[in-house]
């Protein structure tokens, strides 16, 4: 059974901190990680993705992956309170299109 | 650009009707993958297709069916509904291995 364990939180951080999100995963193989975010009753928005060790930056948004750890992050800079959402990591085993394997999520609460 | 489009965005259904769900993936993305999200819970990957054809499949019912159709555009076709199906149903598409979801369907069956 592969598994993608997250802190199902919440994860409270003052608005300007920086929020750490982290994502451990079963599958030794796994090549695809991508971080989602999903408000109350919306649909998952994807954030970032990563494919190779080291981080990756997109804006405010800092992906980290470390496969010989199996393990990726999520760090998310100067937070804001519309950040305040559930982050889910997820993980395919091929680089191509493939099913998502989803953590359950963390809940960030972002407060003013 | 236009974002995946799903059809309809809520149904209510009582319990052994049937239901059909619709999606329309972003223009040239000729994967299309279906997720049910319960309450509080991650979304399970149900069914997907590549070029109209089944790619994958996960914990779909065999109460369930789905097809992706010539203009790429797939339908989820529910059977003798239950009560446990009540859930959000995604529709995401690809053309490489990042997921785009659709805005889902709420599905309530009473």
């Known amino acids: 059974q592969k598994e993608v364990e997250q802190n199902s939180g919440p994860l409270s951080v003052p608005e300007g901190a920086i929020a750490s999100l982290n994502c451990t995963y079963s599958d030794r193989v796994s090549q695809s990680f991508f971080w989602y975010r999903q408000y109350s009753g919306k649909s998952p928005e994807l954030i970032m993705s990563i494919y190779s060790n080291g981080d990756k930056e997109d804006g405010r948004f800092t992906a980290q992956l470390n496969k010989a750890s199996q393990y990726v992050s999520l760090l998310i800079r100067d937070s804001q309170p519309s950040d305040s959402a559930t982050y889910l990591c997820?993980?395919?085993?091929?680089?191509?299109?493939?099913?998502?394997?989803f953590g359950k999520g963390t809940m960030l609460l972002v407060s003013p | 650009a236009a974002g995946v489009i799903q059809s309809p965005r809520h149904l209510i259904k009582e319990k052994r009707e049937t239901a059909t769900l619709k999606c329309y993936p972003i223009s040239r993305h000729d994967t299309v993958y279906w997720y049910q999200q319960g309450p509080g819970q991650d979304p399970q990957f149900l069914i997907s297709?590549?070029?109209?054809?089944?790619?994958d499949k996960g914990s779909i019912p065999d109460r369930f069916s789905a097809q992706q159709f010539s203009d790429y555009h797939s339908e989820l076709n529910m059977s003798s509904l239950e009560l446990g199906d009540s859930a959000l149903y995604f529709c995401?598409?690809?053309?490489?291995?990042?997921?785009?979801f659709g805005p889902g369907t709420r599905l309530t069956v009473l």
């Open positions: 995401a598409s690809s053309l490489t291995s990042e997921q785009f």
């Open positions: 997820a993980v395919s085993p091929y680089s191509g299109y493939s099913t998502l394997t």
């Open positions: 297709f590549y070029e109209k054809m089944q790619s």
